[in-house]
């Protein structure tokens, strides 16, 4: 089967981290960190928005320094 990586964040203590994920297989996961159970997959959307912002905020900036 096809595995991909995707991020988890833990709700305990904010750790993200990634971990390959199999299609079909489902896993229960813990935090590396703090070994919590309590873990969210975090959207790829979500990932790529928060790319797409930090790089409007850097060109803006280079817009600034640029005047």
């Known amino acids: 089967m096809a595995t991909t990586n995707e991020a988890f ?3 305990l203590c904010g750790h993200e981290y990634q971990e390959a994920l199999e ?3 489902d896993k229960e996961r813990s935090c590396p960190k703090c070994r919590s159970n309590s873990i969210r997959h ?14 409007s905020q850097q060109s803006a900036v280079s817009k600034k320094r640029a005047e």
């Open 9 to 11: 964040r833990c709700m």
């Open 23 to 25: 299609k079909g297989v």
């Open 42 to 55: 975090l959207k790829k959307k979500a990932v790529s928005d928060q790319q797409s912002a930090i790089s």
